[in-house]
């Protein structure tokens, strides 16, 4: 009885001690384990933040600002040539986040580009006047972005637009001294006939959040506007004069040499652009 006695008090102590050397081997792997997902979850998180699964948005895009040409042949022109005027594009834009910094962009826009020139000045008994003339350019464009978000809010882009123009307008009209067009002045001068596929550089910087953007763009047409590239004109001595067809043959009867020259006129533009996600 007493051998009896003693065999068990021994089972239940080695029992006893088994089950605490085993708790402290599951403590001991858990507090590694926590210790190896501390160390580590800074290298987890900025991973995943870095490699996150490519993500499309889209949404509605405004742009207003000003415009002008540049590389037009002023010696040329009769006036001066500081055009001026306004921009606007109205559409989509398309967004695909490839990564945290990283997003490629693209836009279906329709727009306007306005620019009008001081083509003569003079006076009156009723005061001074100014005549100017402006010219219009209806377009669709396309511009192909890659954006790079250096910060949680902020990027720059870069990248080629594609346009299609599809319709103009070419105006006169006469100015008060006050800036007010005169009642029965402005008149329609003849078609300008322009390139209908024009390319584009842009690029822009501005702030990025989740649920839109908004930024400035600089945009520079990269060949000329103009359909036909060479200027037709004769000069008096006095005064340089611009021809079309018919004038060309009355400038040749009445003696005067017709000359040509190239016109490389191009757009550029400076906009600033809101974006606003509702996908």
Request: charged share 25%; with cysteine; net charge negative.
């Amino acid at each position: 009885m007493k051998g009896f006695l003693k065999a068990s008090v021994v089972a239940l102590m080695c029992l006893w001690i088994n089950s605490f050397a085993g708790n402290n081997t599951n403590n001991k792997v858990l507090l590694l384990n926590d210790k190896l997902n501390d160390r580590s979850f800074d290298e987890i998180r900025s991973f995943a933040e870095n490699t996150l699964e490519p993500k499309f948005r889209m949404g509605a895009h405004i742009a207003i600002g000003y415009t002008g040409y540049w590389d037009c042949p002023p010696k040329f022109l009769a006036g001066n040539d500081d055009w001026g005027g306004f921009s606007t594009d109205l559409g989509l834009v398309f967004k695909l986040e490839l990564t945290r910094f990283l997003s490629v962009l693209t836009e279906l826009n329709f727009g306007l580009n306005y620019a009008s020139r001081e083509i003569a000045k003079g006076s009156t008994r009723y005061g001074s006047y100014t005549e100017e003339e402006g010219r219009t350019i209806f377009h669709f464009s396309e511009p192909f972005l890659l954006r790079y978000n250096p910060s949680s809010y902020g990027f720059f882009e870069a990248g080629m637009q594609f346009n299609i123009n599809f319709a103009t307008g070419h105006s006169r009209k006469i100015k008060d001294e006050d800036g007010n067009s005169v009642y029965g002045s402005v008149r329609e001068l003849p078609k300008w006939n322009v390139t209908r596929k024009v390319p584009s550089l842009v690029l822009g910087l501005g702030l990025s959040g989740s649920h839109g953007d908004i930024g400035v763009r600089m945009i520079w047409d990269l060949c000329g506007i103009n359909e036909n590239e060479k200027i037709a004109f004769y000069d008096d001595g006095k005064q340089i004069y611009f021809l079309d067809e018919y004038e060309r043959g009355r400038a040749r009867n009445d003696g005067h040499e017709v000359f040509y020259a190239e016109d490389l006129t191009k757009v550029w533009a400076v906009q600033f652009f809101i974006n606003g996600y509702f996908l």
